[in-house]
């Protein structure tokens, strides 16, 4: 099934985190092609990509606005290293070796708008790391539906973690609200339209971002 096709093919499930994302772009079309072809480079990204979720649940621990919420912090890098454990696994199973990161220029793009002054380099770092976990929900759900019939363990894995990133992607959305809900709403606008901006710019590298 194609990733954009209509959502009455989708499960109950599948919709209820599809609908929760607010994102007003879709990646290029060419993207999961691009994907597809090269799923050895896809778990290296991947496997960066979570360990980097982690210690950006662990970073977020610095700002004075979030020490309450350093246990949901711990939490959810636990949970992002119990992932990254899970793709070296794969990795591990399929003879492919561990290799450097790929940079995403749709990251680096998000980052880049994060202001400085610690209130609203809170509001904005957890912004950006909502958006990360709102777009790996995604398009975690659109491998697991491009996958069932050619890499089934691929596709249950790829399906297992669509919650969780779901989860994660609504944690941080209501942190940054519960800081300060116009500031973060205000903000959460300003990054959906960078989002939509960056997201049409298609790259070479088989990156899931
Ligand atoms: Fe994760
Ligand atoms: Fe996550």
């Known amino acids: 099934m194609h990733p954009w096709s ?3 093919q989708r499960s109950v499930g599948q919709t209820f985190w599809l609908g929760m994302l607010l994102f007003r772009a879709k990646p ?3 993207w999961l092609g691009k994907v597809l ?3 050895p480079s896809v778990l290296v990204d991947h496997a960066h990509l979570e360990r980097k979720a982690a210690t950006s649940a662990l970073s977020l621990e610095k700002y004075r606005d979030l020490f309450e919420q350093v246990d949901a912090l711990n939490a959810i890098a636990i949970e992002e290293l119990q992932h990254f454990t899970l793709v070296l696994g794969i990795l591990r199973r399929r003879g492919i070796p561990f ?5 995403s220029p749709w990251i680096r793009g998000l980052m880049r708008g994060i202001r ?4 609203h380099q809170a509001i904005d770092h957890l912004i ?17 539906e491009a996958l ?8 249950e894995f790829y399906g297992g973690l669509v919650e969780s990133e779901g989860n994660h992607y609504a944690s941080y959305l ?6 300060d809900e116009k500031e973060a709403d205000r903000r959460l606008d300003y990054y959906l339209d960078l989002d939509a901006k960056l997201i049409g710019e298609d790259h070479p590298a088989a990156i899931l971002h």
Do not use: V, Y
């Not at 400085?116 to 209130?119: A, D």
């Not at 209501?174 to 800081?179: D, L, P, T, V």
């Open 99 to 103: 290799g450097p990161p790929t940079p």
């Open 148 to 155: 069932r019939n050619r890499d089934a363990e691929l596709a």
């Open 116 to 119: 400085s002054g610690q209130r």
């Open 174 to 179: 209501i942190m940054a609200r519960h800081i």
């Open 6 to 8: 209509p959502t009455s």
């Open 128 to 144: 950006c790391a909502a958006l990360i976990e709102g777009r790996s929900c995604e398009k975690f759900q659109w491998l697991a």
């Open 37 to 39: 072809s090269d799923l």
């Open 28 to 30: 290029p079309e060419t």
